[in-house]
């Protein structure tokens, strides 16, 4: 389903390189945990699987698609900022969206804005932190589209909420399976999700293993092997 060969992409022509010669192959389906420190190109990959951007060296390839157009009709990311449409409240922005992407789901959109208590009256501009993090989610998970890209998709969400969410990505994922990319530093809500593992370091990937293998080298968790930082 997505498959870079010797990727590799900078942001400056003489800065350091966000991706360095990168290669790895993702199965229809898998869901995976890309994690890593700030800085360590978790974003760069996922944009780049997204369509977003264009790599400068190697191939990335998406559903058998690798221009970056064909890859954007495959592809649910999770977008930056509920702020992108500020003068529509939350309820209109799912309107529109609705009526924007082919795929949108208006039937999951509503389970989902009950689900996570979206303040579907407000604009972007009056939404918390966390409230804005809800609606992101709600927004990705909405289409009905193979590949489903996340970005932090606990970020600023209080624990309650990330326990919640990730009991909601577990149901989404066994009810309408495909292939996820996860990245994220909120480990311990949601590695349970992961069936696969990559952890990218100064751009390059340092782990590509399964989760359950992880799991057993650190005699724990995922969050206590990379505690560890053994690579």
């Known amino acids: 389903m ?3 060969e010797h990727v590799s992409y900078r942001y400056l022509p ?4 966000a991706l360095d010669d990168v290669s790895l192959r993702i199965e229809p389906e898998e869901i995976v945990g890309v994690l890593g420190v700030n800085g360590s ?25 690798t221009t970056p157009q064909d890859v954007r009709s495959v592809v649910a990311l999770e977008p930056d900022d509920a702020g992108v449409y500020p003068y529509l409240t939350v309820a209109e ?17 509503s389970e989902l804005c009950e689900l996570l208590g979206l303040p579907l009256q407000r604009r972007p501009a009056e939404l918390s932190k966390g409230q804005r993090s809800r609606v992101r989610l709600a927004q990705a998970l909405s ?6 890209l996340l970005d932090e998709p606990l970020a600023g969400i209080d624990l ?10 577990a149901a989404d994922f066994a009810a309408r399976p495909r292939t996820v990319l996860l990245a994220t530093h909120e480990i311990a809500e949601i590695e349970g999700l992961f069936g696969r593992v990559i952890v990218l370091d100064e751009g390059r990937v340092a782990v ?5 293998d992880l799991r057993t080298a650190s005699a724990g968790s995922i969050q ?8």
Do not use: H
């Open 2 to 4: 997505i498959r870079f």
């Open 14 to 17: 003489s800065g350091p390189p």
């Open 41 to 65: 190109g978790k974003t760069t990959l996922l944009r780049l699987c997204s369509g977003l951007m264009r790599q400068q060296e190697g191939i990335v390839e998406v559903g058998g698609r």
């Open 93 to 109: 922005a799912g309107e529109f969206l609705g009526q924007a992407l082919p795929a949108w789901d208006r039937e999951r959109w």
């Open 143 to 148: 289409q009905r589209l193979p590949v489903l």
């Open 160 to 169: 309650p909420s990330r326990e919640r969410i990730a009991r909601s990505l």
């Open 208 to 212: 590509d293993a399964s989760a359950d």
């Open 224 to 231: 206590d092997f990379l505690r560890r930082g053994e690579w």
